[in-house]
């Protein structure tokens, strides 16, 4: 069986169908991410690691090719072995989350990351937010579960569990991206705009109350309330910095290597990304990565209009708008439209987990933008 699953033939039948437009976006994504990575971090390296120079784009590239052998994986699998998998790496990557408040590593007040042995480092919601996706689809298209309330009652019960484990940490970030992704799902699947609108007022509710009266959130409280307010402190630099390199950039930006928020803001490389692009190459490169994003994003509702099956929509409608609503918050954060969240770009961002995260997410929407060939 194996040897068949591996075969010249499957192989072939694999990129036959494969939707190589789509494929060409992602890896465009990716190696403009590389290059990004190459001019932004070589003087960091050098400078405050002593070390060298490419060190943190040699670590991004061994990254994007895990992420490219990811993306082959996921996207050769055949439906039911993708759902399969996809129901267990969902139950390991929570296990992984539910460790982090047990035996995560403290950074600058947050506990999101372990480092274990065989993988150093790593941030476990990024593994868990491609399979939730999966996960509240299968739940939500099961046609064995005749009750829309049960099967909403699930869903909340899982996504309410992710984000009490986010918000433990904290990360009201990823806990924001989860509840709006779950909240986009149940939409289009069917519940009544009533129903909906209690659910949001409820959830805004209860975060106001975790962010006004929780002492472990009183960072959040004065971030929003220094992002309104530009003379309320410190909360404001990261912000500052970065609008003032997009506006200093102008059109064209100042040259490669000539920007300086790289230097002066901590992990621009990943946080602020758009930023140290703009400044060195102008507002005329980030319309370009603007344009990419969309026609990705157009690509792949453009083929879940000719799709019947209702899991398989589900599942790409979360996907494509997990990867846009993530980087609407990143840009949203460099442009200062949101308070500071800490929340990467998809695929151009420094970051392994983050890495990793977005090409499971781009081997689940190549998988099912196949074309649906008996082979």
């Known amino acids: 069986m194996i040897s068949k699953f591996f075969s010249f033939f499957y192989f072939y039948q694999w990129w036959k169908n494969l939707d190589k437009f ?11 991410g590389l290059f990004f990575s190459l001019v932004s971090t070589s003087l960091i390296a050098s400078d405050k690691l002593n070390t060298n120079s490419y060190f943190f784009f040699f670590k991004h590239l061994i990254f994007v090719i895990l992420g490219l052998l990811i993306i082959f994986i996921f996207s050769y699998l055949d439906q039911d072995s993708l759902f ?59 046609n064995q579960i005749s ?27 990823q806990t924001l991206l989860i509840v709006i992704s779950w909240i986009l799902l149940i939409f289009i699947s069917g519940i009544s705009l009533i ?42 630099f990261q912000s500052d910095k970065a609008i003032d390199s ?23 490389h990943t946080d602020y990304i758009i930023s140290v692009i703009s400044e ?42 997990l990867i846009l609503f993530q980087a609407m918050i990143h840009i949203g954060v460099n442009i200062r439209l949101f308070p500071t969240t800490g929340m990467t770009l998809p695929f151009l961002s420094y970051g392994g987990s983050s890495i990793i995260s977005v090409s499971l997410l781009s081997g689940i929407i190549l998988n099912l933008t196949k074309r649906k060939v008996e082979i």
């Open 22 to 32: 789509i494929l060409s976006i992602v890896i465009t994504l990716f190696i403009t």
């Open 84 to 142: 399969r998998i996809s129901i267990y790496i969902f139950f390991f990557s929570l296990i992984l989350l539910i460790l982090v408040p047990l035996i995560g590593v403290n950074v600058k007040g947050s506990k999101r990351w372990l480092d274990l042995f065989i993988l150093p480092r790593i941030q476990p919601i990024e593994f868990v937010k491609p399979f939730f996706i999966i996960i509240m689809g299968l739940i939500i298209s099961n």
């Open 147 to 173: 009750s829309f309330t049960l099967k909403f009652f699930v869903t909340f019960l899982i996504t309410s569990s992710i984000a009490i484990l986010l918000i433990i940490q904290p990360d009201l970030g």
């Open 195 to 236: 129903t909906l609108s209690l659910l949001s007022i409820f959830g805004l509710s209860f975060l106001l109350y975790l962010v006004f009266y929780v002492p472990k959130f009183l960072y959040i409280k004065n971030r929003i309330f220094s992002f309104f307010d530009k003379e309320t402190g410190s909360y404001n």
């Open 246 to 268: 997009i506006t200093s950039g102008g059109f064209f930006g100042k040259g490669i290597g000539e920007g300086t928020l790289k230097n002066r803001v901590p992990e621009a």
């Open 280 to 321: 060195e190459f102008g507002i005329i490169a980030i319309i370009l990565i603007l344009i990419l994003f969309l026609t990705f994003i157009f690509s792949v509702l453009k083929k879940v209009e000719k799709i019947n099956d209702n899991k398989v929509k589900l599942i790409l409608v979360g996907s494509i708008s």
